[in-house]
């Protein structure tokens, strides 16, 4: 089974900062990782698809990069309605969630 | 507008079971694969199950296989998960979600299962 190792598990950043989150997956999965948001209270929502496509609706500070094992989640200006658990999920092979990032503001 | 409505969950004893049901809308159901995802309380997320849109494929999380059966009725278009043999373990906040393909693009809002005595 793939392992996805997720980092950092908590993040405290400031209104305006870039913010990157990554996820290290055990073996290769090309480019089948996922990004999604969970607020408090919901239901986690689909952010980045496929490493680097940005889902519907989606405002174009998330962006996602990476390639085989290792991938990045980027904001490039936090704002506060970011705030939120984040976490990865790959679908090469079965389906794996990493264990989560709660991004909080400074 | 896509949407997924689990219901069936609520407080069950340790060995009991428990069948969710999820009904879907705004898409034509039957085309679709879809798929159980769980979420203990303060916990992360863990794929339970998946078939496929004609049923023919069914894949469970080894922590389930078993005890569980993922089952759909296409002319219902409800999506169900039938919980057998139920731990402790197994009390989570219980997700239907559909693919892209590929990501889980879609999700309902949950429906909660509590095992305990």
């Known amino acids: 089974d793939i392992q996805m190792t997720q980092s950092p598990s908590f993040l405290s950043a400031s209104v305006g900062d870039r913010v990157t989150i990554n996820c290290k997956a055990s073996q290769n999965i090309n480019k089948y990782l996922d990004w999604y948001q969970q607020k408090l209270g919901e239901a986690p929502k689909l952010l980045i698809y496929n490493t680097n496509s940005l889902h519907t609706g989606i405002p174009s500070r998330f962006s996602g990069s990476g390639s085989g094992t290792d991938f990045t989640l980027t904001i490039s200006s936090l704002q506060p309605e970011d705030v939120a658990t984040y976490f990865c999920l790959q679908h090469n092979s079965g389906s794996t969630f990493g264990s989560g990032t709660k991004l909080e503001i400074k | ?117």
């Not at chain 2, 089952?71 to 278009?77: E, I, W």
């Open chain 2, 1 to 117: 507008e896509v949407q997924l409505v689990e219901s069936g969950g609520g407080l069950v004893q340790p060995g009991r079971s428990l069948k969710l049901s999820c009904l879907a809308s705004g898409f034509t159901f039957s085309n679709y694969g879809m798929n159980w995802i769980r979420q203990a309380p303060g916990k992360g997320l863990e794929w339970v199950a998946s078939i496929s849109s004609s049923s023919s494929y069914i894949y469970y999380a080894d922590t389930v296989k078993g005890r569980f059966t993922i089952s759909r009725d296409n002319a219902k278009n409800t999506l169900y998960l039938q919980m057998t043999s139920l731990r402790s373990e197994d009390t989570a906040l219980y997700y239907c979600a559909r693919r892209l393909p590929g990501a889980f693009a879609y999700w309902g809002q949950g429906t909660l299962v509590t095992v305990s005595s």
